[in-house]
C-alpha cells in the first residue's frame, strides 16, 4: 500500500496486524461429514505447536452430508514452516477426503478492481482501503470508461482504460489477462463494471471474481429496473454480492442487505438509495473473502462471521 | 370488544381512544395536483371550527402530477356533526375533482380474519388486538380448516369452519359473503389463508382485503419456496403485505420488510424465521390500515406514518 | 406441555425435537487458553463414538486468556449413557482445568415465570412456547398481582398470586422458593416482574434467572424514563436482556436491540414501542439460554449463536 | 464546487438540482397551536401564486402546545421574489405569533468541516459531497492537526492547521471566527473534532453546529469508553448526532443509530463498528439539515424526513 494520505492511526494500524499476520494461519476444508474429522484437525495442530484462534465448522447434514471447516491458528513464524506444515497435513487431508487450503494472513490478497462510469461502490473500497478496514493489495483498476482516473491515479493505483466494444472484446480480454497475470491477480472485485465478462473468466478466476447487483422485491427484469420498482410502490431497496458463475447473476450469494424507501422516494432516490446498499454490501462480501471466511459448495456459500 | 382478559392497563386504554376517538376525524383525497388545495381543505376546517393534528400530502409530480393527502383534525362532538360536514365538503371536493373520504375515529373497523391451519399472524393479530395495538372490531373469525377454532373462542370471538373444495367453492363463498354482511365487515385480513378467492370478493372490497406472502430474493416459483431459497443459499427471508387485487400476489404493496439468515439456518429454520417476519409486516399493515394511513393508487400505495 | 390448542404443526413439530432430544449432548466449557483443548476434547468425543454436530469457541486472548468452548454432538442413545460419558470426561476436563457442563438436550428446561400487571413479555414468551418456538417447560407463573390469571390457566399452567409488601417480603420469598423447589424449577424468567429479588435468588440460581429492562440513549434515571427519553427527544428506544445479579440491572447482559422512535411518538407511543422491543429482546435471550448458548465470565457473556 | 473529480453523472445532477433550487422554496415556523395556522400559511402561498410541494406539522399538543411547520414550495422566478415575499408573510406571522424561516433551496450552504486525526466522518462527508448527495458549499476544513490536510486539498477544499493548546484557545478561536466569516459560514460540521467550542461558538451558531458522539447501552463515563464497553460486555453500539449547546454533549438530538457486536468483538472492533456508524448517523444529521428538515425546540428536535 503506497497511499500517504493517513498518518498516524491507519499505519500503525496496518504494521500491527502485520506482525499478527506473519504467525496467523487459516486451514479452509470440506469433506465427508464423519466423526473425528475435528479431532483429527486440533490433534495436528496441537502437535505441530500451533494454537487455535478460531474455529468454526458447518455440517450440511450429520449423517451422510458435507462438513465445511475453518480454523485459524498462531504458530510462531509460520511464513517459514508454512510449507512443510502443509507437506504434513497432506496425510490428515487423504485420510478424510478433503478439499482444503493452508494460507497465511501475512500477505494480504493481490486485488483488481473492474468499474465503468459509477464510482461509489469503488470509492467505498478504496475508503475502506485506505482506513484499513478492507486489507488487501489493490494492484490496478481496470475500466471500460476513462471517468475514475483521476480519483484512482491520486492513490498511487494504476489505472488502465481499456475500451470494449462488441468487435474488439476478445482481444480487450486478452489485454485484460495480460496485466491481471503480470500483477498477480488474485482477487476480482466487480465494482459496478458493466460488461459481461467471458467464460474464460470464471475457469480462470473460480469462486475468485465477486459481483455487486441490486435486487428487489418482487425481482424486476428489463433495461430499468428502479424505474419497475417505482411503478410497483416497492417498499425495500436491497443488493445482493456474489461470486461469477456462467450464469449471470446467479453464482453464490456472499452477502445481502437491503434498505427501507417509501412512496416519497422517486426514481432518482431509489437509485440513489441503491448506490448507497451497494456499496456497503460489496465491502462486507470482500472483507469476509478477503479474511478467507467464504467456502462454496453446490453454487451457495458457507460464511463463517 | 368482550376480551376480559387484559384487566387495568388496556381498558383504561380503549376508554382513552374511544374518548380521543370522538373528536377525532380524518380526510382522505387524492386529485390532480394544483396550487390551492391545501390551502381550500385547511380553510375549510378552519371554517368548521377544526384543529389540524396532522397532514400530510404527497404529490407524484408538482406539474401535472396526483395530490394525495390525509388530514387528522379535531372538531368538538364531531360523530355528531360529520354528515353536515360532509355535505359541506362536496363544495371544495368538486371544485378540486377530488376523491374523498371524510371519518371519525370513533369507531374501531369491524374486521373478518381469515385463516388455514397456520397460526401464527393469526395469533399475532389477536396479541397485537388484546393489547390494545390494534384498534380494530374482530366480528369473526373464517377458517377451512377446524384447528384455531379454541384460541379463538377463548377470547369471545365467533370462528367458522368454511370447508372449502373444488367442488362446493362458489357455495362457500356464498356462505362466507353472507357471514361478512351479517356482521357488516368493512376490513378482511388474509391471515395465511390458503385458498385464492374469487374476483367477486374484489369486486366487493376494493383496497379492503390485506394479505401477507413471503418474499425473496431472488423469487422462487414453484410449491417449496423455502427449500428453493435453502439450495440457493439467499442471506435474508422477507415477507409482503398488500391489498388483494384479481392477480395473485401482485396487489399495492402496504409493507415489507426482511431478516437476515445464514448457511446455518436449514429449511425448517427459514420457514420460522418466515412465519416471524410474516406477522410482524402483516401487523404493520393492519396497523395503517386501521388509521386510514394508506391511499392506493395505479396499483400501489402512499403510506402516511 | 399441556397445551391442546395448537393442534397439527407444532405437535409434530415438537415430536422430532424429542427424538432428535434423545441422541443430543452439549458440552459447555471454560479454562485457560492453551494448545490442545480442541483437540482433546474432539478426540474424546471421537473415541466415544460421538459426531460433533456444531462447535464454537472463542478466545479472550490466545496468550494467557481464557478459552469458552460449547459443542454440540450426536451420540446414539445418550440419554442411557451420560453418566458415564461424564465420568470418563473428568479426566479431560481435569488436564486442562476445565469449569465444565455436559446436558442432554432431551428434556426441556423447568421454567417459571415471573409477571407483575404488565403482560407483554409474558404473552409473547407463552405464544413462542406454543408455537414450538421456545423448547422450555413452564411448570408456574408466579405474580404479584392477580391480573394475568385467566390468560395462564387456559393454558393449564398453573398460576399463584403472592402479593409482595414490604412488611411480608421475606415470607413470600419463602413462599416463592418452595414452589421453585416443588416444581424442580431451572430457570426463572423475569417478564416485567417489578420487584426486586433478594440476594438468596441470586446465590441459589446464579445465572439463571434472566430480567428484561428498557435502555435509552443516553441513559435516564428516576420513576419514569420514558417521560424523560420524551423530553430528551431520542430517536431509539432500546430494551436489554440480562442474568441477574446483585447489582440491580447491571447482571451479565445476553442480547440488546432498539427501535427507531421520532418526534411524533408522545410518550403513549414511545412506551408501546418499548414494550414491543422488550418482548423481542427477552424471547430471543430466553431462547438462547434454553439452547445453552450463553456463558458468563467477568459480569459479561459470550453467546453462541 | 470546484471538483473535477466526478464526470458525468454528478455533474448534470448538481445541474438539476441547481435548476429546481431555483425555484424551491421553504418556509419554517413554529406558533403556539390554534386553528386556522395551516389554512392562513397555504391560503398565503396560494395567493402568491405559490404550489405546495411537501407540508410537513407537528404539534406538541392539540390543547395550548407548539405548532411546528415546514412547507416546501415551488414558486416561478423564487430568487427574484423573495424579498418581496418575506415582507408580504410578516402580516401573516405576527397574526399568529411565529418564529419563521424563508429560504430559496437554490444556494447549498457554506459550510466549514472541524476534523482531528480520525478521519472517517470527514472522508464520508467528502465522498457525499461529491456524489451529490449532500449538497453544500463545503468552503474549508479546520483542524487542529495537519493530518487530513492532501485528502482535502486535493478536492481543492482548503484547509486551516490551526493547532489548540490550553495557552493559546483563546487566540486559535480568534483566528478560526475570522476565517468562518471570512467564508461566510453557515453550518459548521464537527466531524470527530477533539476541542471542546467556547460559548462564543454556540452564541454566535446557535443550531448551526453539528456534533457526532458515539453513544453506549449503559452509558460510559470516561476516557476510554470502548474499553468500558467491551468490559461491559454490550451487544450495541450507537452513535448520535446533535446540536451543539453549552451543555457538553447535551444538545438536541437530530439522529441516532446503532450496529450490532458480539464478544467476538475486541476493543479494536469495537472502535471499527463506532466509526462506521458515526460517519453514517452524522451524514445522516447533515443532510437533514441543508434541507432545512430540522427544528428545534426545548432542547430537542422536529425532524421532517
Known amino acids: 500500500m503506497k497511499s500517504h494520505q493517513i498518518e498516524g492511526v491507519a499505519e500503525r494500524c496496518h504494521q ?3 506482525l499478527e499476520g506473519m504467525n496467523r494461519g487459516r486451514i479452509l476444508l470440506s469433506c465427508p461429514d464423519q466423526p473425528g474429522v475435528v ?3 486440533s490433534q495436528f495442530l496441537y502437535e505441530n505447536g500451533a494454537n487455535i484462534i478460531q474455529s468454526d465448522q458447518h455440517s450440511t447434514d450429520p449423517e451422510g ?3 465445511f471447516m475453518r480454523v485459524e491458528f498462531d504458530l510462531d513464524q509460520l511464513s517459514l514452516h508454512l510449507d ?3 507437506s504434513s497435513f497432506v496425510n490428515v487431508a487423504s485420510r478424510y477426503d478433503m478439499e482444503w487450503e493452508m494460507k497465511t494472513a501475512a500477505s494480504p490478497k493481490k486485488t483488481a478492481i473492474f468499474v465503468s462510469k459509477e464510482d ?3 470509492l467505498e ?3 475502506q482501503w485506505q482506513s484499513g478496514e478492507l486489507d488487501m493489495d489493490i494492484k490496478l483498476v481496470i475500466s471500460n470508461h476513462d471517468v475514475c482516473r483521476p480519483v484512482v491515479e491520486k492513490l498511487d493505483i494504476p489505472y488502465y482504460y481499456i475500451p470494449v466494444t462488441k468487435e474488439n472484446k476478445d482481444q480487450a480480454e486478452q489485454e485484460q489477462f495480460r496485466l491481471l497475470e503480470e500483477y498477480g491477480v488474485e482477487l476480482i472485485i466487480l465494482a459496478r463494471y458493466m460488461q459481461i465478462l467471458s467464460p474464460k473468466y470464471i ?3 473460480p469462486n475468485r471474481i465477486i459481483n455487486i447487483h441490486h435486487s428487489f422485491l418482487p425481482a424486476f427484469v428489463g433495461a430499468n429496473p428502479y424505474k419497475s420498482a417505482h411503478e410497483r410502490g416497492v417498499k425495500i431497496i436491497g443488493a445482493t454480492a456474489h461470486y461469477v458463475t456462467e450464469d449471470l447473476d446467479q453464482g453464490p450469494i456472499i452477502e445481502q442487505d437491503v434498505q427501507r424507501v417509501s412512496h416519497r422516494y422517486n426514481v432518482d432516490d431509489l437509485k440513489k438509495t441503491g448506490r448507497y446498499i451497494e456499496r456497503i454490501v460489496l465491502a462486507r462480501a470482500v472483507a469476509w473473502h478477503l479474511q478467507d471466511r467464504v467456502l462454496t459448495y453446490h453454487n451457495k456459500t458457507v460464511v463463517f462471521t
Chains 1, 2, 3, 4 share one sequence.
Open 16 to 18: 500491527d496486524k502485520h
Open 39 to 41: 479431532a483429527a484437525v
Open 65 to 67: 452430508g458435507q462438513l
Open 84 to 86: 512443510k506444515l502443509k
Open 120 to 122: 461509489h461502490c469503488l
Open 125 to 127: 473500497l478504496l475508503w
Open 203 to 205: 475457469e480462470r478466476y
